[in-house]
């Protein structure tokens, strides 16, 4: 039996991507940025909608929902901060590593988060691309929006950061 104490502190851990602001939206001066926690979710229902019969979308949910956990404690990194990527790398998954020893009651399930997240860092499935390219369209309808009711707000740097950068059709 998992440690009730062990599944609070951990839910405590994801409660925090809840109030970790978008980096990029913070440096735009957005009003009322989104949470890494509101990006998450809208990433996890675009991966609920997925009918190819090819993605797992089940799996494809799962990535969505780990992919940035480790922010709850490295906070979000953005390129334009200068931390080379492999010391962000270094620094996410020491923290997942952390992250997911307060699930050693449930060993196995601690496992499958960080293999899951590994799988999206490495871009090793069919599934983990998606989510990648969910990502960045997450990320530009969110701009979208935020051009659209924030009016005279220039977000086109966003749009351009993921020209050519799609993966899937």
Same mark, same amino acid.
């Given at each position: 039996?998992?440690?009730?104490?062990?599944?609070?502190?951990?839910?405590?851990?994801?409660?925090?991507?809840?109030?970790? *602001?978008?980096?990029?939206?913070?440096?735009?001066?957005? @009003?009322?940025? %989104?949470? +890494? !926690?509101?990006?998450?979710? &809208?990433? /996890?229902?675009?991966?609920?909608?997925?009918?190819?019969?090819?993605?797992?979308?089940?799996?494809?949910?799962?990535?969505?929902?780990?992919?940035?956990?480790?922010?709850?404690?490295?906070?979000?990194?953005?390129?334009?901060?200068?931390?080379? *990527?492999?010391?962000?790398?270094?620094?996410?998954?020491? @923290?997942?590593? %952390?992250? +997911? !020893?307060?699930?050693?009651? &449930?060993? /196995?399930?601690?496992?499958?988060?960080?293999?899951?997240?590994?799988?999206?860092?490495?871009?090793?499935?069919?599934?983990?691309?998606?989510?990648?390219?969910?990502?960045?369209?997450?990320?530009?309808?969110?701009?979208?929006?935020?051009?659209?009711?924030?009016?005279?707000?220039?977000?086109?740097?966003?749009?351009?950061?993921?020209?050519?950068?799609?993966?899937?059709?």
């Amino acid at each position: 039996i998992m440690s009730v104490t062990g599944i609070i502190e951990f839910l405590r851990i994801c409660g925090r991507l809840k109030c970790t *602001k978008r980096t990029g939206w913070v440096n735009n001066n957005i @009003a009322l940025p %989104e949470s +890494v !926690s509101d990006h998450m979710y &809208r990433m /996890a229902m675009m991966s609920f909608l997925v009918q190819d019969p090819s993605i797992n979308k089940d799996r494809a949910m799962k990535i969505a929902l780990v992919h940035d956990l480790a922010e709850s404690i490295v906070g979000d990194i953005t390129p334009h901060q200068g931390i080379p *990527k492999e010391k962000k790398r270094e620094m996410e998954q020491t @923290a997942m590593r %952390e992250i +997911v !020893s307060s699930l050693s009651g &449930r060993p /196995a399930v601690g496992q499958e988060i960080y293999d899951l997240w590994m799988e999206y860092e490495t871009a090793s499935s069919p599934e983990a691309r998606l989510v990648k390219d969910f990502d960045k369209l997450e990320m530009i309808l969110q701009a979208d929006e935020y051009e659209e009711a924030q009016s005279p707000v220039d977000l086109q740097q966003f749009f351009e950061s993921t020209k050519d950068m799609f993966k899937h059709e």
